[in-house]
């Protein structure tokens, strides 16, 4: 039977993945859902978000409760973004633009992937400048500063170097389904189409997804590609050439981040890039913790990786996040019915974080900020 988005209804993460898994192909769902190697990565970042315990208060007087915090001096009404994820568009078409456009409604900051399959120019207007570009190193890295001038032309203020993807990590998942980019389509992919229909015939009418920042004649991207070429002689050069907010994403190691601090950074991201790269990877939830206490309690630190939930958004600025990114989950939230899914997921996520203060006697994030001080 053919769900529409008016018969879904979502109450958790768990929801919409399990809408976005009756929906999506086994090769997409797969893509999205996979982690490195088995899994164990990806599990270990859960179980250690899930044994964080937070200590309720009582009579506080909590009634009157604000969610909104500041991000490079933009007030954004949730203390949520979307990290950026590449090819957004496999999951429904058009998905891009609907995150760009909840991003640009809350004006919150959202990750224009370099291998997004809107270009980098429409997200940025989608998203009513709120979209910050995504950079991977490429080749020689002459294509790689070729991104960060077009990303300079078209008005973005805040860059991302994402910096823990030296090699692609290997997902057995998304290996075993043949998926590649673009796609190569044989018999198991034909019946796998063939056994998810809405989205088949949803994808055919809206055309097939690409890399739309790739567009030019002669100018590719690989994602399989090795980036191993990336040293610090890059990240200078990137300095250089980016006068606005410089972000490092993929921080999980104490000397790495006091070191990119010292290089100019203007923040650092703590993610392992939600378990995709390394299987036996420390969990960067407990990363965040030990690299707050070390950089000091002032510089600013993003995190991603592993959040499902509310409760999980809290626990992240409790161990010392100053700002939260989520990804996967908004990805299967688009799946499971579109922009009004989407929507749902985004409400229950700034209802639970309000919730969860409220329990914890805290009536703003700045007061969660300091219960890891207590």
């Known amino acids: 039977m053919i769900r529409g988005p008016w018969k879904t209804d979502i109450h958790s993460y768990e929801d919409a993945r399990a809408a976005a898994q009756r929906y999506l192909p086994w090769m997409v769902f797969d893509y999205i859902d996979g982690a490195a190697g088995t899994g164990a990565g990806e599990a270990r970042n859960r179980a250690a978000l899930r044994s964080i315990q937070l200590t309720p208060r009582v009579l506080r007087n909590v009634s009157a409760r604000d969610i909104s915090t500041t991000v490079f001096d933009q007030l954004c009404q949730v203390p949520f973004g ?21 991003a640009a409604q809350h004006n919150v900051p959202i990750g224009a992937s370099t291998v997004a399959s809107t270009s980098l120019e429409d997200m940025h207007k989608a998203s009513d400048g709120n979209a910050w570009f995504q950079l991977y190193f490429s080749g020689d890295g002459s294509g790689t500063e070729r991104l960060v001038q077009r990303a300079k032309d078209a008005g973005y203020k805040t860059l991302i170097v994402t910096l823990d993807v030296p090699e692609v990590g290997r997902r057995p998942r998304e290996l075993r389904r043949g998926f590649k980019m673009p796609f190569k389509i044989g018999l198991p992919q034909f ?76 923040a650092i991201q703590v993610s392992s890039h939600g ?42 600025y409790v161990q010392g996040a100053s700002f939260v990114f989520l990804g996967r989950g908004m990805q299967f939230a688009c799946a499971a019915g579109g922009a009004a899914t989407l929507a749902q997921y985004w409400d229950l996520l700034a209802q639970d974080v309000s919730i969860t203060m409220a329990q914890l006697g805290c009536t703003t994030i700045e007061e969660l900020k300091h219960l890891r001080m207590q």
């Not at 979307?82 to 909840?102: H, V």
């Not at 002669?218 to 250089?240: M, P, Y």
């Open 275 to 316: 378990g995709r790269q390394l299987d036996s990877g420390v969990p960067p939830i407990e990363a965040l913790l030990d690299i707050r206490n070390a950089i000091g309690p002032d510089f600013p630190l993003f995190y991603d990786t592993g959040v499902r939930s509310g409760e999980d958004i809290v626990k992240a």
């Open 191 to 266: 019946i796998d189409f063939a056994l998810h229909p809405e989205w088949s015939i949803g994808s055919l009418i809206a055309g097939k997804p690409d890399m739309a920042n790739f567009t030019e004649p002669g100018w590719e991207f690989d994602r399989t590609e090795s980036r191993a070429r990336a040293d610090w002689g890059f990240l200078k050069r990137i300095r250089q050439m980016w006068d606005g907010n410089l972000v490092a994403k993929g921080v999980c190691h104490v000397g790495d981040a006091l070191k990119l601090r010292d290089a100019g950074v203007d």
């Open 82 to 102: 979307i990290a950026p994820m590449g090819m957004c568009n496999l999951s429904r078409p058009g998905a891009d633009l609907m995150l760009a456009k909840i």
